[in-house]
């Protein structure tokens, strides 16, 4: 509906999952966050959806973090920050865990738990206009949505500190330079539709495959024991209808045609 906070549709494998709150540039109060973390967690058990974009309805920003307008309100009461508990944990939860990949289209201001919200994704897309405010530290808080683990994995102890502590803004060309982006658009008009061809063409991919990848990457283990899961992830897909039709499409110079079994 147009009238909704969040919309979702799914086609062709492809869940798009959007913010849609544009006059207040996507911001985050609780009917939004509910929303959020309901949406991710059907996407997850949907057996249709190969592969999950997340964008916002706004040109000016993806999502400038937590609706203050309505934190005032809770400040009066006996657990102000009682939403990063009952939401933006498990919304963190799930993005963090989603076996699916998971694309973001970045376009413009990403701000405060909004920019913890890119770094749980697998790929950013930005535009020109894109810029990233931890915006934290700005109004006495510290780190939520996981970029306190997130962040200093994407560019380094340094820059998380700086951004986190000096609450500097990372515009675009930068984002791109340390890895907050994954691909720069050369015009804001095209992160849309890139992120969704981005998008697209991994709900089509060897899905199976990509889950075993994320967990590979997920885990935080010494050499040994990555061996170890790289050869239980190894196996897993080895047995699956994939790996023996993409091997078969390779010999006999066919596009493999994947369907995450």
């Known amino acids: 509906m147009a009238d909704s906070v969040l919309t979702t549709t799914t086609t062709d494998g492809l869940t798009t999952i959007t913010l849609n709150r544009p006059k207040a540039m996507n911001a985050l109060n609780t009917e939004l966050k509910n929303a959020l973390r309901e949406a991710l967690a059907a996407a997850e058990q949907d057996d249709g959806c190969r592969a999950i974009l997340l964008k916002g309805a706004s040109e000016r920003a993806f999502c400038v973090g937590q609706d203050l307008v309505e934190h005032v309100d809770n400040l009066t009461g006996d657990d102000p920050l009682a939403t990063v508990r009952e939401h933006y944990n498990p919304i963190a939860t799930l993005l963090f865990n989603m076996d699916k990949p998971v694309v973001c289209a970045v376009q413009g201001a990403a701000a405060g738990a909004g920019a913890s919200l890119t770094f749980l994704c697998d790929f950013r897309v930005g535009g020109p206009s894109t810029k990233f405010t931890m915006a934290f530290s700005g109004i006495g808080l510290a780190a939520d949505t996981g970029a306190s683990y997130t962040l200093p994995r ?102 493999p045609r994947f369907e995450g079994k």
């Not at 994954?182 to 849309?192: G, I, N, P």
């Open 154 to 255: 994407l560019v380094g102890s340094a820059k998380a500190h700086e951004m986190l502590m000096l609450n500097t803004t990372v515009a675009a060309a930068e984002a791109a330079r340390i890895g907050l982006l994954t691909h720069l658009t050369e015009s804001d008009e095209a992160v849309q539709e890139t992120a969704q061809d981005l998008a697209t063409q991994l709900a089509a991919g060897p899905t199976l495959a990509y889950a075993q990848i994320k967990k590979q990457l997920r885990l935080r283990a010494d050499f040994n024991e990555m061996l170890s899961a790289e050869a239980a992830a190894q196996a897993a897909c080895g047995f699956s209808a994939d790996h023996v039709n993409a091997v078969d499409a390779f010999v006999n110079k066919r596009k």
